[in-house]
Nanobody
Framework: QVQLVESGGGSVQTGGSLRLSCAAS????????MAWFRQAPGKERAGVAY????????YVVDSVKGRFAISQDNSKNTLYLQMSNLQPEDTAMYYC????????????????WGRGTQVTVSS
């Protein structure tokens, strides 16, 4: 059974950096797509970035491109989200998700999800 556990969240000031980690266990071919989502208070969950396949291809949404980078360490079965120049609007619960394919990933219809890690950015 696939389990995803996020870590690395915290409170930072505007302009700060954080690196989120998502440790995956029970990894199979059903988890070729691994992604980060976030949900701010009062807003819908939104996709941030994904990595697909091995060797992997990556995608980062335009709203955070240039500030966020996604990567994975296959030897550790860990997904990362490096976030820099954080802004108050980046405040959200960040979730790791996984599934067979990244097709239509923005719909959030991936079968495996972690419980999230909170990121708070203060001005």
């Amino acid at each position: 059974q696939v389990q995803l556990v996020e870590s690395g969240g915290g409170s930072v000031q505007t302009g700060g950096s954080l690196r989120l980690s998502c440790a995956a266990s029970g990894v199979t071919d059903d988890t070729k797509c691994m992604a980060w989502f976030r949900q701010a208070p009062g807003k819908e969950r939104a996709g941030v970035a994904y990595v697909y396949g091995r060797p992997s291809s990556t995608y980062v949404v335009d709203s955070v491109k240039g500030r966020f980078a996604i990567s994975q360490d296959n030897s550790k079965n860990t997904l990362y989200l490096q976030m820099s120049n954080l802004q108050p609007e980046d405040t959200a619960m960040y979730y790791c998700a996984a599934g067979l394919t990244c097709w239509n990933w923005l719909s959030g219809r991936l079968p495996y999800w972690g419980r999230g890690t909170q990121v708070t950015v203060s001005s």
